[in-house]
């Protein structure tokens, strides 16, 4: 069981993209889900979650502003949309979902028991 994104591609500076995740079988129960990046040479660093319900969500410092996390459970989509795009959000975007309840540290990879495979985001100057 894991996701699958898809909507990343090549886009200039100031623009915009967005971003889906689904699942690549059956459908499982997802409660948090979460957006994380790693650009060539770096860590995988965190970018948003979401929790269950979509009331709550959560977003690094740099992006805050300009990113968008969304879901939709009835189709199984968790989104970001990114908008205002600089040359530093390039990098590779992978989403993650947590399969237990309770979860509370939304801002570490550890949380998360299902990942995608990435996305290429690729912002021009």
């Known amino acids: 069981v894991s996701l699958v994104e898809s909507g990343g591609g090549l886009v200039q500076a100031g623009g915009s993209v967005r971003l889906s995740c689904v699942p690549s079988?059956?459908?499982?129960?997802?409660?948090?889900e979460a957006w994380f990046r790693q650009a060539p040479g770096k860590e995988r660093e965190f970018v948003a979650a979401?929790?269950?319900?979509?009331?709550?969500?959560m977003y690094a410092d740099s992006v805050k502003g300009r990113f968008a996390i969304s879901r939709d459970n009835a189709r199984s989509t968790l989104y970001l949309q990114m908008n205002s795009l600089k040359p530093d959000d390039t990098a590779v975007y992978y989403c993650?979902?947590?399969?237990?309840?309770?979860?509370?540290?939304?801002?570490?990879?550890?949380?998360?028991?299902?990942w995608g495979q990435g996305t290429q985001v690729t912002v021009s100057s």
């Open positions: 079988g059956p459908t499982f129960r997802r409660y948090v």
């Open positions: 979401i929790s269950w319900s979509g009331s709550s969500t």
């Open positions: 993650a979902a947590d399969g237990q309840p309770g979860s509370s540290d939304y801002y570490s990879p550890a949380t998360y028991d299902y």
